[in-house]
């Protein structure tokens, strides 16, 4: 009776024996399957196969000029994607000591690509993802899985299997439900180079543990200056579907205090504000997120979808703190918002 109450898709999977062996077999033969992370969910294919690679494209309308993060189980296997012999011994090193610190877990490496793989790109992006059970399934597979975020093109990243049918529902061959994601924000991108390793896209590891990992400054990302080594920097993302976005600071926002649809902003932030205007309107929706960075990175996306499925639909988000451990929530909101990438 439970199915009639909450209608399921036959894909839903679940992270059992019969759910993984599903989704491997799926994989094998060239489908596509959205898998949880401990950042986001992703929607995997066999890297290798251009079939599997046009459908992930097609489903997500994920623009081609942006590619995708190869995804497997062990360093073993992450190093053979690499120009690995070709590599400077700094740079050798710096790999085993990344690998050493955040493998599994949410970092992606850019570094020239193996000669053997064919690619129009003289790079490739690698990371180890933590979650168990896209862990087995990559082990079971032993081929990289390429994932994207589980979200069409432009909308917020999912981090529950819910996010990931509201925008892919029909367009992809199954769904590992893995639960809420652990982290729920993407991983830090970072790209070896001779002098300085790079942040490409701030993510859940902050510079500082790189830094300190590498025993030496890393490069920070230059929002929206110089040219873009990560294309998908380039590209509208995370946007929520509302009439009105905006991302202002705590003083702008208090204008709108009484009048706006939805406020996201931190607990504090909506305390505060509630103590100094009063409660906001009882029909609007008040989205009071964790204080702190990590916390807050884990309810984002799950807030962006709240919004856009609120009948009213303007929407402001109050700017965080500004310092580097809020920096990749700060890129997120700003991309939301359409703050950069001249959109
Ligand atoms: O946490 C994550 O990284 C998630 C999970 C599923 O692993 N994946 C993810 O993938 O966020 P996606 O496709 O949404 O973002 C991948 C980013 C894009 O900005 C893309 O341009 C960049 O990685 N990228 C991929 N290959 C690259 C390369 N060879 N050089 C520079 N940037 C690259
Ligand atoms: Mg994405």
Redesign the pocket.
Same mark, same amino acid.
């Given at each position: 009776m439970n199915a009639l109450v909450h209608p399921q898709p036959s894909y839903l999977l679940s992270p059992t024996e019969a759910g993984i062996a599903q989704a491997t077999a799926l994989l094998q033969n060239e489908g596509i399957v959205a898998l949880p992370?401990e @950042? +986001?969910? $992703?929607l995997a294919g066999k890297a290798e196969s251009s079939l599997a690679l046009k459908k992930i494209y097609e489903a997500k309308n994920r623009p081609a000029q942006? /590619? !995708? %993060?190869w995804?497997v189980h062990n360093p073993e296997k992450a190093f053979a994607l690499f120009a690995y012999s070709s590599l400077s011994l700094t740079n050798k090193n710096r790999l085993t000591r990344l690998a050493t610190c955040f493998w599994p877990g949410?970092l @992606?490496i850019?570094a020239p690509i193996a000669p053997t793989i064919k690619s129009v !790109?003289p @790079? %490739?992006?690698v &990371?180890i /993802?933590k979650t168990a059970v896209t862990l087995e399934i990559l082990r079971r597979c032993d081929f990289p899985l390429a994932?994207? #975020?589980a979200n069409l093109s432009t909308r917020p #990243?999912p981090t529950s299997a819910a996010h990931v049918l509201k925008t892919l529902d029909g367009r992809i061959d199954a769904i590992m439900d893995g639960g809420v994601c652990d982290g729920g924000l993407?991983?830090t +991108?970072i790209?070896l180079d001779e002098a300085r390793v790079k942040i !490409? &896209?701030p $993510?859940l590891i902050e510079p500082a543990a790189l830094d300190e990992a590498l025993q030496e400054q890393v490069s920070r990302v230059q929002a929206h200056s110089g040219p873009l #080594? #990560?294309? $998908?920097?380039a590209f509208l993302h995370y946007a929520p579907m509302v009439q009105n976005i905006a991302l202002l600071s705590r003083d702008e926002a208090a204008v709108h205090w009484s009048s706006v649809a939805t406020f996201i902003a931190q607990k504090r932030v909506i305390d505060a504000l509630a103590q100094q205007l009063g409660a906001r309107p009882a029909s609007a929706m008040t989205l009071a997120l964790e204080d702190g960075p990590l916390g807050f990175a884990k309810q984002l996306y799950d807030a962006l979808y709240a919004a856009e499925a609120y009948k009213e639909r303007d929407l402001i988000l109050v700017s965080p703190p500004n310092n580097e451990a809020w920096a990749a929530v700060k890129d997120r909101l700003s991309r939301a918002a359409g703050r950069l990438c001249g959109l």
């Open positions: 992370t @950042t +986001v969910y $992703g942006n /590619p !995708l %993060i995804h949410p @992606t850019v !790109l @790079t %490739i992006a &990371r /993802p994932m994207p #975020s #990243s993407e991983s +991108v790209m !490409l &896209r $993510g #080594s #990560s294309p $998908g920097q």
